[in-house]
């Protein structure tokens, strides 16, 4: 599987700032999250994994609807903040998603994955991991850089049809931080590929649009948003193809 964590030393030095603008920060709150949500079924009883917890927002909406939750994520800070967030109400763990994680097969109801996957290369490896760990019927929920953002805006200089490693930077000057994250922009025929051959059933893909509270935050990114995605979020299953 993976090598070493490409994020982790980005997501160490980001860890406090992003934790004090999760609720807020207008691309995961207005656009991403909803949209995500959106995907879920219904959670309470079920045993969600977390896969990339951050500092424990996700983990927090499903503990309220009545999930039991176990959370993971490479950053032992953003583990600290999930803890601190959720008080003892969710288990988190740190671990790699691009190693074999420790939990016995067929363990967990859903898998949701916000904004994690594109700093790992292999998802292939991962997906069949995931698949490994959900009983069925079971779901997994996660969500990208969409492709045509990622090519066309973002890095027009390289091949659309490779896996390619590139860098975002954050620049949060009220927190007195510019960070360069490394990510994999992929087509998007590598997002779904890998989804199928681990063998999940692809029920949904939605490509969001903000929700009017991000234009209070941010007006240019809105109207950009509106008329091109940025993200990309999949509602996958564990089961047969008919029910």
Known sequence: MEGEPIALEAYERLAEAYAARIDTKAHNAFYERPAMLSLMPPVRGKRVLDAGCGPGVYAEWLVKQGAEVVGVDISPKMIRFANRRLQGKAHFIQADLGQPLCFQSASFDI??????????????????????LLRE???????????????????????????????????????????????????LSAMVEPLLDAGFILERVLEPRPTPEFKEQDPMDYEKLMRQPGFICFRARKGSAVQ
């Open 111 to 132: 898998i949701i994955s916000a904004l994690v996957l594109d700093h790992i290369r292999d998802w292939s490896a991962v997906f069949k991991e995931f698949f490994r």
């Open 137 to 187: 019927p079971g779901y997994f929920i996660f969500s990208a850089g969409h492709p045509f953002d990622e090519f066309y805006d973002h890095h027009p200089q390289g091949n659309y049809f490779d896996i390619e490693l590139v860098t975002a930077e954050f620049n949060w000057p009220e927190f007195g931080l510019v960070v360069e994250v490394p990510y994999y922009r992929r087509p």
